[in-house]
């Protein structure tokens, strides 16, 4: 028998595009027989489906045409096990009910990747790649992210995370604080957003006042921190859990602008610097291939020392927020002080940063069998502790029930 893995991907995020391309990539890099993939779209008001066209990244030009030629299910549990079904039943043809052993989510951004989906698979029994919902959650809130890394030890630039309505009661005194802190430039994002999506650096009171409107329109939480003027940025993915994991080649991003934009990472810059990804292997996503599609340096130009520097930090950074399968960790230098931060994580990051395992000689095939190792290593281990204990609280309760 074949190990089931469910492949979930799109969902109610402003990064669904982004998903379904670095989920299909993933389909069909797998090459393994031991597993059987299953394709499973969400869409954006969050119904999955399935069938032959989900899994063909042509057909999402069309996504109505392809709702209408696929099956829509929904997770159901039945004798210990999580099946996939068919929500309403076609005469004549028999209902879908798919059996899965594992799933595998390679979604971006809020409402998904943040633990979401996460806790969705996790009440319904069924084990998946990747990170917790603990470690996903702090990995999608910026704020928080750095208040855990800085205390242990890993260098992050200071911010402030001030809410909506702090703002609105008080604008004036908040700008005041901002200014005094951080003087100009600084940078206005959305505490928990991805893809650049919100993002603005101010660099006089009227830009800083714009681009807290701005983010603010994105989510209640906002960041605020110092924006570096000379920056080189540096990214490193790390594979593996808490017991063992190591660091990928370190990649440097080529911006076309001042920060790197969601256009640099997905729709495939000039690319005057830096060397174009690899493409899709067997898919027909042209011109668009995710986060592959980026202009980057891989190997980074940095000195040996620094690489390896990154390289342990990212390693701690993953260890520290508890995460689990593959995640990459965004780097940040301040050219004019040689100073080096951790800026972000990204759980599931965009293509699965396969790139940068290919660049040491891990085949994407290869890396996402290792991920379905680990969920199942995660799940043996989690069968192991103890969830529940026998109590008879229920046999003698009773509570005042006036109004029924
Ligand atoms: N403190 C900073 N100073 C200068 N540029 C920054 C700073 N923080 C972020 N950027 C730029 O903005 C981009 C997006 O910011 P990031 O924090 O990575 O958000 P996202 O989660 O949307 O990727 C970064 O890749 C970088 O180019
Ligand atoms: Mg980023």
């Not at 690489?307 to 930090?313: F, H």
Request: with cysteine; charged share 25%.
């Amino acid at each position: 028998m074949k190990i089931s893995v469910g492949l979930f991907f799109g969902g109610p995020s402003v990064e669904h595009e982004v998903s379904v391309i670095s989920a299909l990539q993933a389909y069909y890099a797998f090459e393994d027989e031991r597993y059987e993939i299953i394709p499973i779209y969400m869409t954006k008001d969050s119904r999955l489906f399935v069938g032959e066209d989900v899994g063909d990244i042509e057909a999402y030009r069309n996504i109505p045409a392809l709702l209408t030629k696929s099956i829509h299910v929904t997770l159901v549990r039945e004798d210990g096990r999580t099946y996939l079904r068919q929500v309403k039943s076609r005469a004549f043809k028999k209902d879908y009910n798919q059996v899965l052993d594992v799933a595998f989510p390679v979604v971006h951004g809020t409402n998904v990747e943040d633990g979401a989906l996460q806790g969705y698979l996790q009440t319904m029994g069924l084990p998946y790649v990747g990170c917790d919902v603990f470690s996903s959650a702090i990995g999608m809130d910026k704020f928080a992210q750095k208040a855990v890394l800085r205390e242990a030890g890993i260098s992050v630039l200071p911010a402030m995370c001030p809410n909506i309505a702090e703002y609105r009661k008080d604008p004036e005194g908040l700008l005041n604080t901002i200014e005094k802190e951080y003087g100009y430039p600084v940078i206005v994002k959305p505490n928990n957003l991805g893809s650049s999506v919100g993002i603005r650096v101010a660099r006089d009171r009227a830009a800083l006042e714009s681009a807290m409107e701005f983010a603010f329109g994105f989510a209640t939480r906002v960041l605020v921190e110092h924006a570096i003027v000379h920056l080189k940025e540096i990214n490193c993915s790390v594979l593996g859990d808490y017991e063992t994991a190591e660091a990928s080649e370190c990649e440097e991003p080529i911006a076309q602008d001042e920060i790197l934009s969601y256009q640099d990472k997905y729709m495939g810059n000039s690319g005057k610097n830096g060397v174009k990804g690899a493409p899709v292997k067997g898919g027909g996503a042209k011109g668009s291939e995710g986060m592959a599609s980026l202009s980057r340096k891989i190997p980074a130009e940095i000195s040996p020392e620094r690489r390896e520097q990154i390289r342990e930090m990212a390693v701690k950074t993953f260890q520290t927020l508890g995460c689990n399968g593959v995640a990459r960790i965004d780097f940040m230098i301040d050219k004019d002080t040689d100073a080096l931060y951790v800026n972000e994580i990204n759980t599931i990051p965009g293509s699965l940063a396969f790139y940068l395992w290919e660049a040491v000689g891990l085949p994407y095939s290869k890396m996402l069998v290792r991920l379905i190792d680990l969920a199942l290593k995660r799940e043996r281990e989690r069968a192991n502790l103890t969830f529940s204990f026998d109590s008879n609280l229920l046999a003698h309760a009773s509570l005042p029930k006036h109004n029924h």
